[in-house]
């Protein structure tokens, strides 16, 4: 079995770049979502070159943090403060009016900037906490724009492993995610999950292990809810169990990249 390890976030906050560069010097890290909207997407950018074997897609961000696009020509993504309107914010206020022409022009320069400042196309293009029919119809547009075909999520035979989160809760088919409180992030045990089999990565020719993985600090609790639960995932990349997990059952850890250079020579 061939295996994606990925960071999500990557660059949203000095935090999370921190934690994932660990995962990557130290643990099996292999792919991260570049987040450009923000400065910290800048210093994400220039500290993720010098490893080369890990690919580098684009988390498109419309909730957290700065945007790209001076707030006045994105009115409907911006709080009166010129800072996204949260996910969490959105739901709890039912604000679902975003306009295609300010999503379209803020992801477009979220990819120019992630151009510019990686100096190619990112290998793919997914969405952060929130979508809407109109972010998703400019997302499409953008993606014919740019040629960029993948979304990390949604490929024909990359299984997205089962993940840790809600595990235990009672959650019934059409419920909305309750709320994924500090405590239970607290009590999450993601390696015992991982080496229990609980992912159901077996069986599958390409697997993907999807992490929001990172250092927990003040302002990324600010801005997130996942918060605690990144540093347990940053510890179980980092684990030796895993490595010989990894091992074990013969996983070969590949990037995105690779992943699509396999698919072209098929």
Known sequence: MKMIVRCADYGMTDSIT?????????????????????????RAALLIKP???VSIGQDLNLVSGTPATDPSLIPTLVGE?????????????QLFDVSYEDAYLEMDNQIKRFIFLIGRKPCYLTGH???????????????KKYNITADC??????????????????????????????E????TNVEEFV????????????????THCGYCDGELMKMSTFSVIRGKELEMLCSPKIRKWISAQKIELINFDEYLSLHEKN
């Not at 934690?19 to 890290?29: N, Q, T, W």
């Not at 080496?195 to 999807?210: N, P, R, T």
Request: charged share 25%.
């Open 18 to 42: 921190d934690g994932a560069l660990k995962a990557i010097r130290d643990g099996i890290l292999t792919d991260v979502g570049l987040m450009t909207n923000s400065n910290a997407g800048l």
């Open 51 to 53: 490893f080369k074997h």
């Open 81 to 93: 403060n010129g800072q996204f309107i949260s996910s969490v914010e959105r739901k709890k206020r």
């Open 129 to 143: 906490s929130f979508n809407t029919p109109a972010t998703d119809a400019a997302t499409n547009d953008l993606r």
């Open 153 to 182: 999520f949604f490929m024909p035979d990359l299984f997205l492993g089962k993940r840790w989160y809600y595990q235990g809760m009672d959650i019934k088919p059409g419920d909305r995610k309750p709320e994924y409180s500090l």
């Open 184 to 187: 239970i992030q607290g009590k």
């Open 195 to 210: 080496l229990s089999g609980k992912c159901e990565f077996e069986g599958h020719d390409f697997a993907f292990l999807a």
